[in-house]
């Protein structure tokens, strides 16, 4: 599968943005889809996953409340709906795929060994 991630730009805090991650290849409804950010000098880290029916999303915990992950098979993309966004969220944000993704009861936190498929990422800046 194929990924191409847009919707990041630059934003003040407390403002909002729509990321979108298109598939393209594979049955996209096979798949469980994540998104990750990594910021300058540091490790990528997990954002949100979900399930490939939907029904099951993860969440970081300092992404929880103010984050929406959500999915249109039909259309084979994935969003990351981003809210009261702060300048700590500033970071280049990946999608990712995995067609064997464990899933877990609650919360988990996926790491980027999770997910073997791996689109460009979009940057997202958050201005104080």
């Known amino acids: 599968v194929q990924l191409q991630a847009s919707g990041g730009g630059l934003v003040q805090a407390g403002g909002s943005l729509r990321l979108s991650c298109a598939a393209s290849?594979?049955?996209?409804?096979?798949?469980?889809m994540g998104w990750f950010r990594q910021a300058p000098g540091k490790e990528r880290e997990f954002v949100a996953a979900?399930?490939?029916?939907?029904?099951?999303?993860y969440y970081e915990d300092s992404v929880k409340g103010r984050f929406t992950i959500s999915r249109n098979n039909a259309e084979s993309t994935v969003y990351l709906q981003m809210n009261s966004l702060k300048p700590e969220d500033t970071a280049v944000y990946y999608c990712?795929?995995?067609?064997?993704?464990?899933?877990?009861?609650?919360?988990?936190?996926?790491?980027?060994?999770?997910?073997?498929?791996w689109g460009r990422g979009t940057l997202v800046t958050v201005s104080s």
């Open positions: 990712a795929a995995e067609s064997d993704l464990t899933y877990y009861r609650g919360n988990h936190h996926y790491t980027p060994s999770d997910f073997r498929s």
């Open positions: 290849g594979r049955a996209f409804s096979t798949y469980a």
């Open positions: 979900i399930s490939w029916s939907g029904s099951s999303t």
